[in-house]
């Protein structure tokens, strides 16, 4: 009876904690910036306020019965499950089908704010075995991580699943009390839905940061004394079952990604050893740079690195802490085997990779245009996000080692709020991006349950809404029927570059109208599969396809063809995952 009375007084302490930890997130990170003082959001809220809007509306109209893999609600038709950067089937999109869009963002960012939370927790509790202080204190560490938070601040919701990271890490190395095969199976299954779910939210930019993340927790576990054999195991099921999984998004995301290369973007980079290694060290550390130093410190610059783009702020206390452990190691305190001296060294070798990526010299820069992806990104100071865990982690095995650690914790968490309090956020709390006609077009749906049917190609900017009231939007035309020209497409390009026979689109004219037996719409199944189509990217529908046409426009989806492989890919998707759900259950009953 003791033993239980102690468990719960835990639990209260734990939860207590974690509450007071998550309400002053709340209060520094989110009711300030949804919306900022001026009403604004982070200014890339304008590419993803309009697509959960789409999202709503295919809800609206079919359930779940109709998978968006394409709109006609800007651009004149473009992707949308067909687009890497799709959320559709996320918690925010989800969230999004019942409350209006500011609300889904900020519930959004406390969800997984608790995920990353309890995840760090559990992977330093019981998978390093360290002191439940040890582990508050590391776990206040990655919440607080300003990679996330600022993000989300300005609008890269694409990175929400980030946080899920520890919680992977978790459940691919923590060692089970009994261990069988089913078991060891089912942490792998977990571990593969949890992965999947950051491809189909549209983290796929996150794929290669959090794998080498991932892989330097498996290392710093190793030197922990963690076995690594059966975790390697889970990690083999969890990559095999992921890929079988995401093959129907993986799939399509690649056959469109053939058609818009956009390998013609410099590929920036650091040319001097100092700051290769001075500006991730200051971006997690210390404050991120402005745009005014990254146009002077990076070259081969085509487009100006944002402050976001290499914010990570953990604070200076994590460093303080590695420091102490790193003097204690040079002074015969640490001790360490031939084991650990080769994990580490791999642990090097990982590390370096961000490092080696974001390194500039004319040879090695022609070498990684090569490579696929890396040859279509503008920029990859994101691979920086990798050392978070690894700096978690380090300082609270630094933390366990301090003899008075309980009384020196609450001491450091208090000083981290301090200073992420008073962090210099100007730059976010001046963001533009105004969501009022986002928000009142998801009222008037959610209100009327009608989705307006998309009538004409639009380059307006204002309209006038039913109740007089005058609303400026790009993309949240689509709330009047008008599919916008000029959209926010990262796929087409900055400046629309890849923008496929864009001059065919006729401005300000009906989405019926035929011209040369063309209609003023683009079929977006000749973006991704052109060839089982019969028409080249950017075609438009043809006199023909016109009952296509009108179930498009009016969000109820269109037959279009698409390759064998695709397919399979859609079916090996579907079934991997209904036997993964169907096997947990089995397991859990």
């Known amino acids: ?53 789409m999202g709503v509306y295919y809800f609206v109209t079919n359930g779940l019965s109709v998978i968006p893999w394409f709109t006609p609600s800007f651009c004149g038709g473009t992707v949308m499950f067909a687009h890497p950067q799709s959320l559709f089937f996320s918690i925010p999109q989800f969230l999004n089908f019942y409350f209006d869009p500011i609300l889904s963002i900020q519930l959004t960012f406390m969800i997984f704010a608790v995920l990353g939370l309890w995840g760090t927790y559990l992977l330093l509790r019981y998978t390093f075995a360290l002191q439940e202080v040890t582990a508050i204190f590391g776990a206040t560490l990655f919440l607080f991580n300003g990679f996330f938070a600022y993000r989300m601040i300005i609008g890269h919701l694409d990175y929400h699943s980030f946080m899920m990271l520890p919680l992977i890490s978790y459940v691919l190395l923590q060692p089970l009390i009994a261990s069988n095969r089913v078991k060891e199976f089912a942490m792998g299954v977990i571990a593969a839905l949890l992965s999947s779910y950051v491809v189909y939210s549209g983290g796929v930019h996150l794929l290669l940061p959090m794998a080498l993340a991932v892989s330097a927790v498996f290392i710093l576990a190793g030197i922990n004394h963690r076995q690594l054999k059966g975790p390697m195991c889970r990690a083999g099921v969890a990559v095999t079952l992921s890929l079988l999984i995401c093959a129907a998004k993986l799939h399509v995301d690649l056959a469109t990604l053939d058609n818009f290369s956009r390998n013609y973007y410099r590929l920036p980079g650091l040319d001097t050893i100092f700051y290769a290694i001075w500006v991730p060290i200051k971006s997690i550390f210390f404050s991120a740079y402005t745009w005014v130093d990254t146009n002077r410190i990076f070259t081969n610059l085509q487009w100006t690195i944002q402050r976001h783009e290499l914010e990570m702020s953990m604070t200076f206390i994590p460093l303080c802490l590695m420091l102490w452990g790193l003097a204690n190691f040079f002074r015969g305190k640490i001790k360490i085997d031939k084991k650990q001296c080769f994990l580490l060294l791999a642990l090097l070798v990982i590390c370096l990779v961000p490092l080696a990526i974001n390194f500039y010299t004319p040879a090695w820069n022609i070498w990684l245009k090569k490579i696929p992806i890396i040859n279509s990104s503008a920029m990859l100071t994101k691979l920086y996000v990798m050392y978070i865990p690894i700096v978690v982690i380090c300082a609270a095995l630094v933390i366990e080692k301090l003899k008075f650690n309980r009384y020196i914790v609450p001491g450091l968490i208090l000083l981290l709020l301090f200073v992420k309090a008073y962090e210099d956020k100007t730059y976010y709390a001046q963001q533009g991006y105004n969501p009022k006609l986002a928000v009142y077009a998801h009222q008037q749906v959610m209100q009327t349950d009608t989705v307006p049917a998309i009538v004409e190609i639009s380059s307006v900017r204002s309209v006038t809404t039913a109740d007089g009231v005058r609303m400026n939007g790009a993309d949240e035309m689509m709330a009047f029927g008008l599919s916008q020209i000029n959209c926010t497409e990262s796929l087409f390009g900055y400046r629309h570059e890849e923008f496929k026979q864009k001059e065919l689109l006729k401005v300000g004219e009906p989405v019926t109208q035929l011209t040369d037996d063309r209609f003023n719409m683009k079929n977006p199944a000749c973006y991704v599969f052109p060839n089982e189509n019969n028409c080249v990217p950017g075609d438009h529908f043809r006199a023909d396809q016109k009952e296509e046409l009108l179930s498009f426009i009016s969000y109820k989806g269109y037959e279009f063809n698409m390759p064998k492989t695709q397919h399979i890919s859609n079916w090996l998707s579907l079934i991997t995952f209904l036997m993964c759900g169907g096997f947990l259950l089995l397991c859990c009953l």
Not at 7 to 21: D, E, N
Not at 25 to 39: C, D, K, R, T
């Open 1 to 53: 009876m003791k033993d239980l009375s102690t468990f719960f007084k835990q639990r209260l302490y734990l939860i207590t904690i974690f509450s007071v930890l998550l309400v002053a997130y709340y209060f520094i990170f989110v009711q300030p910036f949804f919306p900022n003082q001026n009403g604004n959001l982070g200014h890339d809220y304008q590419l993803y306020f309009p697509r959960m809007l």
